[in-house]
């Protein structure tokens, strides 16, 4: 076999060039090179300090709007045991005494009243009874077993649940069926 040359050509190396041949070359003085630096330097910084200042004002309106939407929380948990007592107090409206039942007429107006009220501000029930449990919106207080029912299917509230604009403020208190 015959063995071919294979030429190699040879680029001449670039030398690196100091600060002083740059600065020579450039035509500028070391002087406008380190004010150009310095001026680079700088506007970086403003351009940092420009963007954390627009992510601190997003991060300040995302808490204020959350502040606003939520304001009503700690009211709303003091008027939330008023419904409870009311919708006890309703539950008897099947007495038989004419008075009464009159007397309970009033207080429905002002339970539903009350309730619309709430559902205003953002309140609003959360869905229990019949449901498949869900430890995020219920609290199990009791279990059951029950055969003709799926298990961890809510089989009773026994105190009833509220969400404000989506936030669980107090979760439903429930009876659970356990099939184990």
Known sequence: MEEKEVKVEETPTEEVKTEEELIEESGESEEILILKNTIETLENKVKQSQAELINYRKRKDEEV??????ANQDLILEIIPVLDNFERAIKLANSKDEALSKFLDGFKLTYNSLLDTLKRYGVEEIPAEGVIFDPN???????????EKENNIV??????????????????????????
Not at 137 to 147: D, G, I, P, R, T
């Open 137 to 147: 919106m219920h609290q199990a207080m009791l279990v059951e077993q029950n055969k």
């Open 155 to 180: 089989l009773e509230v026994l105190i009833k649940g509220y969400t404000l604009n989506g936030r669980v403020i107090r979760p439903a208190s429930v009876k659970v069926n356990k099939l184990d």
């Open 65 to 70: 709007i959350n502040r606003l939407k939520f």
